[in-house]
């Protein structure tokens, strides 16, 4: 199944996607993965509001996490051309859901920055609590997986010790294109990533290509970590890191500019396509 957020004149929407319509369900995502594991399910079919697939329309596949937990330097040859070693324990960060983004919409420069960088990754969304989960165990607490990309303000990022200014900028994390249920995606660590730039004549740049497969830290080992010290959620999202290629780690450093276009994708899961576009200098 695929689960998805649609944003209508209305607030927005949860929906599954069936046969490219968009079957209304009730609540949200978040709401229906807390119902327990056929919730989605029953309201699939019991579901009587279709809309026609708008790209456009679809907001971030879990609108309101309670949590978005990111996990920096979980590839090797990334975490060598940021200039360090991969830690020994998964290194977190946390985002703000007002940070994310539809998997369609156009992302924003802002206008206090030029560096914005790109970051596909594999993102994990929680469909059962707790606390102190085995690895052995961590598959079954795994709702779905979606792309995400993390994408970064890297002077901002960089101004201190903490991460949390360059990762938070409004709007910066597309999320989705939906959620894929654990069902379709039988081995997440075998996953290819890809990211391309697409210039505004065309021109399309391969930055990043690799496979989940070298993870540092496999999802398994990231949630039994997280479990040791915060309660996880159903509707929580756990960005598991991006590979290498980022703009800030080649030479010259290469930064997204308005015109272009980013898209992210990661293997049986989906694709996101964001065009970048200039904050404009009088929005409040």
Not at 46 to 65: E, I, Q, S
Not at 123 to 136: D, L, P, Q, T
Not at 157 to 179: E, H, I, V, Y
């Amino acid at each position: 199944m695929r689960l998805g957020t649609l944003l209508t004149d209305g607030g927005p929407r949860a929906v599954a996607l069936v046969d490219g319509r968009l079957a209304e369900l009730p609540g949200s995502v978040r709401s229906l993965l807390a119902a327990g594991t056929d919730a989605a399910q029953r309201a699939l079919e019991a579901a009587t509001t279709f809309h026609d697939l708008d790209p456009a329309r679809l907001g971030p596949a879990v609108a309101d996490p309670g949590k978005v937990i990111c996990i920096g330097k979980n590839y090797a040859d990334h975490a060598e051309e940021l200039g360090g070693r991969p830690p020994e324990k998964p290194e977190v960060f946390l985002r703000a859901r007002t940070s994310l983004a539809g998997p369609y919409q156009p992302v924003m420069r802002p206008r206090v920055s030029e560096q914005m960088d790109w970051e596909v990754e594999l993102a994990v969304v929680i469909g059962r609590g707790g606390r102190h989960i085995r690895a052995a165990d961590a598959p079954g607490h795994v709702a779905g997986y979606a792309v995400f990309n993390d994408i970064s303000i890297r002077d901002y990022q960089n101004f201190g010790r903490q991460w949390t200014p360059g990762k938070n900028f409004d709007g910066s994390g597309p999320l989705g294109p939906f959620l894929v249920t654990a069902d379709e995606v039988p081995d997440p660590a075998r996953l290819e990533l890809t990211c391309d730039l697409i210039s505004g004549s065309g021109e399309v740049r391969r930055m990043q290509s690799s496979n989940t497969r070298l993870m540092v830290h496999p999802v398994p080992a990231i949630i039994a970590f997280l479990s040791e010290w915060t309660t996880i959620e159903p509707g929580d999202v756990i960005a598991t890191g991006t590979p290498g290629g980022v703009g800030f780690g080649r030479s010259p450093v290469v930064w997204m500019q308005p015109g272009e276009t980013v898209v992210c994708r990661v293997e049986g899961v989906g694709e996101l396509k964001n065009e970048v576009v200039e904050e404009p200098s009088d929005r409040s």
